[in-house]
């Protein structure tokens, strides 16, 4: 399963290995993109093996909900591609009054995740590739208040180490899943990147062929619970406080206390 693959380097991963005849499962926030993804996807691969979930990740409501659907259609997942991801946007402030993005890049793939545990563990070498950033900057607890007023590049910023430490977090609490952060390149051709920046450095293939070969690579079965930079095109040292067990325990006892 690949969050966000109606655009940018996750349609292009969902599309690549689609090709290899694998069952993917897609996702998305607007059901017309979606469906037309869906199918474009299935007739340029030929493979039908494809099903998609829509939900905004903005509403984490709407990610219970589609979490309760994908357990009706699915038994087990072998990979979850923590992909979905936003920064520049006019609307700031997500459903709950939260910086819209600490929920969709943050709050959103925790709570799709511990939905999805269930049929994680029943998958077949499992894996979980959570898409960070070489943008990362301290978590402070007033960015998960309502309506804190965030520049773009702090609150993006904030977000990517976010799901960074919650990452590590999950590699120990889950030793039978593989779980790795993944920075897939920085200003790769894609959507997000051309709104922010009007340029970019590198193709989307690049952050696309790092997803699949970190999701499907069996050399990466004892990488769990690190950091994969493919700007420098390997495992690397993430932000200083992705070490620090003290700033990783608080994050996740306000993240516990905001998602319940
Ligand atoms: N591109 C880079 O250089 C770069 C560098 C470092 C990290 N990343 C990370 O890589 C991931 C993919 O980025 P990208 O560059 O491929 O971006 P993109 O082209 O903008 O694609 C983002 C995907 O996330 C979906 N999305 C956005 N807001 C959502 C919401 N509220 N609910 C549900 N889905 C939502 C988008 O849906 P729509 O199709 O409806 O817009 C799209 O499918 C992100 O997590 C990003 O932070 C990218």
């Known amino acids: 399963m690949i969050t966000g693959s109606t655009d940018g380097i996750g349609k292009l991963a969902a599309t690549k290995l689609a090709q290899s005849g694998l069952q993917i499962i897609l996702h998305g926030r607007n059901p017309e993109k979606l469906s037309t993804v869906l199918e474009e996807i299935k007739s340029t691969t030929g493979n039908q093996n494809i099903t998609g979930y829509v939900a905004d990740f903005s509403n984490l409501d709407d990610v219970k909900s589609m979490v309760a659907k994908i357990k009706e259609g699915n038994a087990s997942i072998d990979v979850l591609v923590n992909n979905a991801g936003i920064f520049k946007t006019e609307n700031t402030i997500a459903e709950n009054g939260i910086d819209i993005r600490m929920v969709v890049n943050y709050l959103a793939p925790v709570v799709l995740t511990n939905g999805l545990l269930p049929l994680l563990q029943k998958g077949n070498s499992p894996r979980i590739i959570n898409l960070s950033s070489a943008a990362q900057a301290t978590v402070s607890a007033t960015s998960f208040a309502k309506n804190s007023k965030l520049s773009h590049n702090d609150a993006y910023a904030q977000s990517k180490l976010a799901i960074l430490l919650w990452s590590f ?65 390997g495992f690397g040292r993430a932000h200083v406080d992705a070490y620090d067990t003290r700033v990783i325990e608080y994050l996740m006892s306000l993240t516990t206390e905001i998602i319940s």
């Open 169 to 233: 977090y999950l590699a120990k609490q889950q030793p039978n899943i593989v779980t790795i952060a993944l920075n897939p390149g920085s200003l790769l051709n894609t959507k997000m990147v051309k709104e922010a920046y009007g340029k970019f450095w590198s193709s989307a293939d690049k952050g696309a062929d790092i997803i699949i070969d970190l999701a499907t690579n069996s050399a990466y079965d004892d990488s769990s619970g690190k950091y994969f930079d493919n700007d420098n095109g």
